[in-house]
């Protein structure tokens, strides 16, 4: 067994909206049992993932009602072998 492979983080956010959504991406590598999304270093969602190795995996969030400011987002995926963190992303909601 190995750890997940490293998770990719995007959003819709383009034009600064208070409301949007976060995409985790697992692209290749090892599956991943479970989800965290951080934000600003708290945890504010995670779920149960199915693995099914060398399948893609993905996993979304929305993101409601941010009052205006700049927040960072990481992705972390898990297994039994280990947890692998994506790199930070900066959305920023006018």
Known sequence: EAEPGT?????DNRTGEATFTLT???WWGTNATTYRLYE???????????ART???QQ???T???RAPGTYSYVAELANDAGQTRSQAL???VR
């Open 24 to 26: 985790t991406d697992l």
């Open 54 to 56: 060398p399948d893609a």
């Open 40 to 50: 600003d270093e708290t945890l504010i969602d995670e779920q149960t993932l199915a």
């Open 7 to 11: 998770p990719v983080l995007s959003h």
């Open 63 to 65: 993101i409601e009602d």
């Open 90 to 92: 900066t959305v920023k």
């Open 59 to 61: 996993a979304t969030t």
